[in-house]
Structures are given as C-alpha cells and as structure tokens.
C-alpha cells in the first residue's frame, strides 16, 4: 500500500537502495587492526545479517556493542531500560545506552579505536536515536576517538515540517533546534550537529559518513526490519510525526494494539463506531493505555489512500479534533506533551482556539531558517 501511494504521488519507484552498511569495500579497510565499538539494533541488518555479525565474519575485532533505545537483538518496549550484558550469539559486552546512562562514559570507550553507528531512523525529533548519536558523537569527541556512521534512508526524509525545538525545552526527545521532520538521514543529521557546534562545549567529533547509493530524498524505499516495536508498517512510521503528539495526552495511539500509530482512540470519545481494546503486548506494549477499556476512535490505516493530499506533512487535525471531543480541557495536556512538541506554543495555540492553518503559518519562519542551515549538509539531491 505505501509504495502505491508513492506512485500516485509521483514519488520515484523502489530503487535498489544501497545502505552504508552494505558498502564494506569502504569502510572495512578503516576499521583493519582496529578495536571497535558499535552503535546497533535489531535493524541493523544487510540481508538478514546484523552488522556485528557481518564485522566479526570478515575478522573485525568487535570489542563492544553499545546498545539503544529497544535494545540489541531482542526488542524491547518503548521507554523501557535497557540492560547491560553480553550478546547471546556472539558473547560481545553490551553496554546500554537506554538504561541507567544515556550517554557514553570514559570508561565504556577505554579499549576502542573507533566507533561505528548503524541505526535505523525514522527522521522525526522525538525518535530518540538521533540523541544517542549525538551523544556518541560527543563521548567520542571527547575521547579523540572517531565514529564511522553508516548511512541509512529516512523514510520521511522527503519534507520538513512541525515547530523548530526552544532549547529551553531541550530533552532526550528533542536535544536540538530542528523541526519535529527534518528531512536529513541520520548521516546528513550528524554532519550538521559536528558543523553548527551542537556538541558540548562546541567540540567537534571525528565523523566519516558512509553514505547511501541510488537514493534521493524522494525515493521510497520499504524499509526491511520494523525499526522499533511499535512502528510495524510503513503507514504507522508516516503517521508517527503527526500521532506521537498523542503522547502528551491520556488518548491512546493504538498502544497494545496490532496497529500502533494507526488509530486514535479513547474510551469517553463520542461520534465513532471504530473501537479497540489495548491489552498488554510483551516486548511491545507493558500496561498500555486505557489497558483492558473499550476505546472510540480513528482508524487511519487507509487515510493516506483515501486522502493522498494530506500526505508528507505533520496532520493536527486529529488532535485538535479530539481535543474538542473530550471537552476542550486544560487537562487534556499532560507535561510531557511540551517536551514532545520542543515549545509550549502548540499546546497554548490549540487551548486558544488557533485554526491549524494559522499554527502551521507559525512555523514558517523557523522551517525557513533550518532549510538554509539543512542545506549545507545534504549529501542527496
């Protein structure tokens, strides 16, 4: 279904996509005599294969896998910490950076030469690994040891959209000024955190970029491997940007459902015939919420389909919507939802009344300022 809407749209067709990590010839000959550390996941993968396997296959010396947010092999829930420990498969310690520390210590880069990160994105603000790459950067550049980041596309790669973040409402789901959808892969995002200074102190890390062949910012690409639990097809990844807000809220998205991100729902909401009922999903969803209740709602698995021209940018339809359904509250906010949003303005724009067309005019000037500063790191047309 994604990629026939990417063709109605006129988007390119599937292309033979090649990721950094596929692109062994050049990188491996950095990596030859070195003791190496790499940021991995589940879907950091060529073929099936995970990269560290493909590292210690061809006689790399892989001393430590550093672990993010869901974990190495194994998923784990959104939110949920991370432990340390040893890989199962291979015997390699695993240090997690999505438990306890969110960073990397002195003592977790002693014993490694470079780093490598090969992280799936989904090139939204609030998805947390460009958090962790930006802190591997900083740990790394600290330490005076060089990170390899093996490039990957951004299935939302093809838009900008959503308020710039107000450092005052930096955090771990939003650590720089860039719209909610910046339209950069994760190595295009790392090239511009080095060039505009957003590491601590200004510090710049040694950054090599392995980048992607047969790919522009408008072609599809269907990616291979869930790149988190909770974001199990390609319509939930393109409507994450605009449902995540939801998470700042007591609506639920579809949590311990098996259509997370595609529905909107909540047990008091009047108007709809569409229902589910979240229960609790082991390594997916924990006590989801509104776990057990029966919730009203949308279902949005089919919207972009039915309404193509809505598509590639941040909806606040829904969320207005709902907000007016359940009463018009104050509450309907919880404090997180500024933190979601990198500003306090969206939430006070929707409690006074401000039309979506006004809030997205709002925006213009900081996507405007962001695109001149994006511009300088693209590495794709």
């Known amino acids: ?52 396997d493909t590292l210690l296959a061809t006689g790399c010396e892989v001393v430590k896998i550093f672990s993010p947010e869901h974990g ?27 438990g306890k520390n969110r960073n990397l210590s002195t003592g977790d880069l002693e014993g490694i030469d470079v780093v490598v990160f ?12 460009i958090s962790t790459l930006s802190y591997v950067m900083e740990a790394c550049a600290e330490a005076g040891i060089p990170v390899i980041v093996l490039d990957r596309p951004n299935p939302n790669g093809f838009y900008i959209d959503g308020p710039v973040l107000d450092p005052s409402y930096a955090s771990f789901i939003g650590l ?3 719209p909610v959808v910046y339209g ?65 809220t007591d609506v639920s998205i ?23 009922i979240p229960e ?3 390594g997916r969803s924990l006590h989801p919420p509104h776990e057990g209740a029966l919730c009203r709602g949308l279902d949005l698995r089919d919207f972009y389909i039915d309404h193509p021209a809505l598509f590639g940018r941040i909806n606040l339809v829904w969320l207005m919507m709902t907000f007016k359904n359940l009463g018009s509250s104050p509450d309907f906010f919880t404090s997180y939802f500024d933190k979601l949003a990198g500003t306090d303005q969206l939430r006070k724009q929707i409690l006074n009344g401000v039309s979506e067309t006004e809030i997205r005019q709002s925006w213009q000037d900081g996507t405007t300022v962001f695109k001149q ?7 794709y047309e």
């Open 176 to 178: 720089h000024p860039v």
């Open 254 to 276: 579809g949590r311990g459902t098996c259509f997370p991100f595609e529905v909107v729902g909540y047990p008091e909401m009047k108007g709809f015939s569409f229902s589910f």
């Open 118 to 129: 090969d992280i799936q994105d989904v090139g939204v603000r609030f998805y947390t690994y």
């Open 1 to 52: 279904m994604a990629h026939a809407l990417w063709l109605l749209l006129g988007f390119s067709a599937t292309a033979q996509v090649i990721t950094g990590a596929e692109r062994t010839g050049e990188y491996l000959p950095l990596l030859q005599g070195k003791r190496i550390g790499i940021v991995a996941n589940h879907a950091s993968v060529v073929g099936g294969i995970n990269t560290v």
């Open 184 to 248: 950069m892969t994760i190595g295009e995002y790392a090239q511009m955190v080095n060039g505009e200074g957003w590491l601590k102190d200004g510090i710049h890390c040694k950054l090599t970029i392995i980048p992607l062949q047969n790919w522009t910012h408008h072609t599809f690409v269907e990616l291979p491997v869930a790149p988190s639990p909770n974001l199990p097809t390609m319509n939930a990844v393109y409507l994450y940007p605009s449902l995540c807000f939801f998470e700042g």
């Open 373 to 379: 500063i994006r511009e300088r790191y693209l590495l």
């Open 280 to 282: 609790s999903m082991p």
């Open 72 to 98: 190495f092999r194994q998923q784990v829930g959104d939110g949920v910490n991370v432990a340390d420990g040893f890989d199962s498969l291979t015997g390699v310690q695993l240090i997690s950076l999505y």
